[in-house]
């Protein structure tokens, strides 16, 4: 095992973080500046951003002019400041994510080298950060990623401290601060599943005798100090309209009440894991099941840690009303150590035919599902190029895999991963996107030169952080309904400009105004508004934009 003799060398230098992080960073960031802003959920975060930004208001976030509670403060400062330095960019956008989704990859390493082997933290690093799900939410512009890093360190240092790893206990101090910045970034999840999971350990070692140790006093301060004052003063600013709003609607809500129902299925987080791990998912189930054999071989405090954290989050939200994808997205990382570890055991043994269909399998039916997401978004030379390429990965892989030994099978597989994420990065992830933003409806709204702009059934806000013109989303006006103020509801989450069709073409001038519709909508469009003398001024993509004659 020569590779793992040079590996172990290589990986004794305090170097390795370094090049870990610019090679992981670099990469996650490769052709990010041609993919665009998307609907609905990215939108979201760059327009509150960009708000902040220009309106210099870096407490309360705000969106369409409007104070907006849906997330704390944490992720928008992180765009808003990249913005600041870099402009109102794609690139500067989808900075944040890649940068630590960078320092995930160094943190797993860090982590794995210190409880179990180098060579298992390597294996760890190259299995987390090519999962499906890392790489797509190193991305995407939400929070996912940066939450994932301080979840994934709250728990790391904890773990550390309660082994006393160095001798010290004092991990426990930068546990707390994790939680903190979690809070910050994604609310009270980001203390209560680290807590959840310590607890666990606790108490299924009986050893309560490790509260005491724990520097509860100085932790609570410290997590006080960093995660308070930002809640303290959006109360002081807002009252209970933050408290109604934030810790109702968007904690208490999401928890109780379904805002997807048809998600809501025994199997979601199952379907998710499969997808989120891929290629790696067969062996991901076959590490569990072996690491679970070890668990109740031997007693294993990091097996025992690593089995609670991804029972505790997969758990949890399962009993969730509310369902998304993200949310066991932090459980990647101890699943990555799992699968590093019976990894490191299968190359060791030199199992060349177990590594081939447990892994080679996988990937080729991934490479497979990117050539249908291919014929599906691509045309022309692209479409051809992208699935020539991915075609080319595939069967180089299987050729040169044939009488090799277990360790060039793994680099072969390594190696077709990079290659279809150039693919997926330079053709793939930039059409899917361009297919879900309102980067060339902006560009209409803008070339059309109309002030007021409404948009009809549907809304893009992805238009509105593109074109800088704040549109209204129009609705039918028999579904036109004055919500109570203080009722509880999903509804409070939409605070974009909202008025009936008729109202929003009944007060001259009516020179001023353009109507987006799209071409399902296009006859009930017509249908209700045919009072008004409407001239069409451009059909472009599904879209159709006109204006109102007087």
């Given at each position: 095992?020569?590779?793992?003799?040079?590996?172990?060398?290589?990986?004794?230098?305090?170097k390795?973080?370094?090049?870990?992080?610019?090679?992981?960073?670099?990469?996650?960031?490769?052709?990010?500046?041609a993919?665009?802003?998307?609907?609905?959920v990215?939108?979201?975060?760059?327009?509150?951003?960009?708000?902040?930004?220009?309106?210099?208001?870096?407490?309360?976030?705000?969106?369409?002019?409007?104070v907006?509670?849906?997330?704390?403060?944490?992720?928008y400062?992180?765009?808003?400041?990249?913005?600041?330095?870099?402009?109102?960019?794609e690139?500067?956008?989808?900075?944040?994510?890649?940068?630590?989704?960078?320092?995930g990859?160094?943190?797993?390493?860090?982590?794995?080298?210190?409880?179990?082997?180098?060579?298992?933290?390597?294996?760890?690093?190259?299995?987390?950060?090519?999962?499906?799900?890392?790489?797509?939410?190193?991305?995407?512009?939400?929070?996912?990623?940066?939450?994932?890093?301080?979840?994934?360190?709250?728990?790391?240092?904890?773990?550390?401290?309660?082994?006393?790893?160095?001798?010290?206990?004092?991990w426990?101090?930068?546990?707390?601060?994790?939680?903190?910045?979690?809070?910050?970034?994604?609310?009270?999840?980001?203390?209560?599943?680290?807590?959840?999971?310590?607890?666990?350990?606790?108490?299924?070692?009986?050893?309560?005798?490790?509260?005491?140790?724990?520097?509860?006093?100085?932790?609570?301060?410290?997590?006080a100090?960093?995660?308070?004052?930002?809640?303290?003063?959006?109360?002081?600013?807002?009252?209970?309209?933050?408290?109604?709003?934030?810790?109702?609607?968007?904690?208490?809500?999401?928890?109780?009440?379904?805002?997807?129902?048809?998600?809501?299925?025994?199997?979601?987080?199952?379907?998710?894991?499969?997808?989120?791990?891929?290629?790696?998912?067969?062996?991901?189930?076959?590490?569990?099941?072996?690491?679970y054999?070890?668990?109740?071989?031997?007693?294993?405090?990091?097996?025992?840690?690593?089995?609670l954290?991804?029972?505790?989050?997969?758990?949890?939200?399962?009993?969730?009303?509310?369902?998304?994808?993200?949310?066991?997205?932090?459980?990647?990382?101890?699943?990555?150590?799992l699968?590093?570890?019976?990894?490191?055991?299968?190359?060791?043994?030199?199992?060349?035919?177990?590594?081939?269909?447990?892994?080679?399998?996988?990937?080729?039916?991934?490479?497979?599902?990117?050539m249908?997401?291919?014929?599906?978004?691509?045309?022309?030379?692209?479409?051809?190029?992208?699935?020539a390429?991915?075609?080319?990965?595939?069967?180089?892989?299987v050729?040169?895999?044939?009488?090799?030994?277990?360790?060039?099978?793994?680099?072969?597989?390594?190696?077709?991963?990079?290659?279809?994420?150039?693919?997926?990065?330079?053709?793939?992830?930039?059409?899917?996107?361009?297919?879900?933003s309102?980067?060339?409806?902006?560009?209409?709204?803008?070339?059309?030169?109309?002030?007021?702009?409404?948009?009809?059934?549907?809304?893009?806000?992805?238009?509105?952080?593109?074109?800088?013109?704040?549109?209204?989303?129009?609705?039918?006006?028999s579904?036109?309904?004055?919500?109570?103020?203080?009722?509880?509801?999903?509804s409070?989450?939409?605070?974009?400009?909202?008025?009936?069709?008729?109202?929003?073409?009944?007060?001259?001038?009516?020179?001023?105004?353009?109507?987006?519709?799209?071409?399902?909508?296009?006859?009930?469009?017509?249908?209700?508004?045919?009072?008004?003398?409407?001239?069409?001024?451009?059909?472009?993509?599904?879209?159709?934009?006109?204006?109102?004659?007087?």
């Amino acid at each position: 095992m020569k590779l793992f003799d040079d590996v172990s060398n290589f990986t004794a230098s305090p170097k390795i973080y370094g090049v870990l992080f610019l090679i992981s960073f670099f990469g996650y960031m490769f052709f990010n500046q041609a993919i665009p802003i998307t609907d609905p959920v990215e939108s979201n975060y760059t327009l509150t951003a960009k708000e902040m930004v220009l309106s210099a208001d870096w407490v309360s976030p705000r969106i369409y002019g409007n104070v907006w509670f849906d997330k704390p403060i944490f992720f928008y400062w992180l765009t808003a400041l990249s913005f600041q330095l870099f402009g109102f960019s794609e690139w500067a956008a989808r900075l944040a994510p890649a940068l630590f989704a960078a320092v995930g990859v160094v943190l797993l390493y860090w982590f794995v080298s210190k409880t179990n082997t180098r060579r298992s933290a390597l294996l760890a690093v190259v299995i987390m950060g090519t999962s499906f799900e890392y790489i797509l939410l190193a991305k995407l512009v939400i929070t996912d990623m940066v939450f994932f890093v301080f979840n994934c360190a709250a728990l790391g240092f904890f773990y550390l401290g309660y082994v006393k790893m160095d001798g010290t206990k004092r991990w426990y101090l930068a546990a707390y601060v994790s939680m903190a910045l979690a809070v910050l970034t994604k609310g009270p999840i980001g203390a209560l599943l680290p807590t959840l999971v310590m607890l666990l350990v606790i108490l299924l070692q009986r050893n309560w005798t490790e509260l005491k140790e724990m520097y509860l006093l100085t932790g609570v301060l410290l997590f006080a100090i960093v995660a308070l004052p930002w809640y303290a003063a959006m109360y002081t600013l807002h009252g209970m309209e933050f408290i109604n709003n934030f810790f109702g609607v968007h904690n208490y809500l999401r928890a109780t009440v379904s805002e997807h129902p048809k998600d809501n299925v025994s199997y979601y987080y199952l379907a998710v894991f499969v997808l989120s791990m891929l290629p790696w998912s067969a062996l991901a189930v076959k590490a569990l099941i072996q690491g679970y054999k070890d668990l109740r071989s031997r007693k294993s405090p990091l097996l025992l840690f690593l089995f609670l954290w991804i029972a505790a989050y997969f758990g949890f939200y399962s009993l969730m009303a509310t369902k998304y994808l993200t949310y066991t997205f932090p459980i990647l990382f101890p699943v990555a150590i799992l699968t590093a570890i019976q990894l490191e055991r299968m190359l060791a043994q030199g199992k060349t035919k177990e590594i081939f269909y447990w892994i080679g399998v996988p990937a080729a039916l991934l490479m497979v599902g990117y050539m249908i997401a291919a014929y599906r978004y691509l045309a022309g030379w692209e479409l051809g190029l992208a699935t020539a390429g991915l075609l080319l990965f595939l069967v180089f892989s299987v050729w040169k895999a044939r009488n090799r030994t277990a360790v060039d099978v793994f680099k072969l597989l390594c190696l077709c991963q990079l290659g279809s994420y150039i693919i997926l990065s330079l053709f793939i992830f930039p059409a899917i996107a361009e297919s879900r933003s309102g980067k060339e409806i902006a560009k209409s709204m803008v070339d059309l030169g109309v002030e007021k702009i409404g948009m009809y059934q549907f809304y893009s806000t992805s238009a509105v952080f593109y074109s800088g013109k704040v549109a209204i989303k129009l609705i039918p006006s028999s579904e036109v309904t004055f919500r109570q103020a203080k009722e509880l509801d999903w509804s409070s989450k939409y605070t974009m400009p909202t008025q009936g069709i008729v109202e929003f073409g009944a007060k001259p001038p009516l020179s001023d105004r353009l109507i987006i519709v799209r071409g399902k909508q296009r006859e009930q469009f017509l249908l209700e508004t045919a009072r008004f003398n409407y001239q069409l001024l451009k059909d472009s993509k599904g879209l159709s934009y006109y204006s109102i004659k007087e």
